[in-house]
């Protein structure tokens, strides 16, 4: 599970990070949180949702233009709620692409490091 996921808008230099828990909205009005200054983008134009067991959904609040995910190759319509998963490419018409990667904060690399060391340990126990 990840507690921060990164959305990299690759038509910027942006970044963008979205903790567990957390709701974003995406449209090019300046009250949204990730804003896209183009007239063909809804002033809020679709909203993203990374849950606290760390799964990541997008929806499409009626905008003009759609919402779209590419997820291995091929691309989607957003209709409903919808499920994203790492490498998914979320695309906000044609002018906006976003790549989803999940990243593990630092309490999780630790957790993680210690229960490596801790399996490799059993391992020799048992050897």
Request: a positive charge; one cysteine or more.
């Amino acid at each position: 599970m990840k507690s921060k996921v990164l959305i990299d808008l690759r038509n910027q230099e942006n970044k963008y990070e979205i903790l567990a828990g957390k709701i974003k909205i995406i449209g090019r009005h300046t009250s949204c949180d990730i804003v896209l200054e183009l007239l063909i983008i809804s002033k809020r134009h679709a909203t993203l949702e990374h849950t606290v067991k760390g799964l990541v959904f997008i929806w499409d609040n009626n905008s003009k233009n759609g919402t779209y995910y590419e997820r291995k190759g091929i691309e989607y319509k957003v209709t409903e709620k919808t499920q994203l998963f790492e490498d998914d490419i979320l695309k906000i018409t044609s002018s906006y692409t976003l790549r989803l990667e999940s990243r593990d904060t630092e309490a999780e690399k630790k957790a993680k490091a210690k229960k490596s060391t801790a399996d490799t340990s059993e391992e020799i126990k048992i050897s």
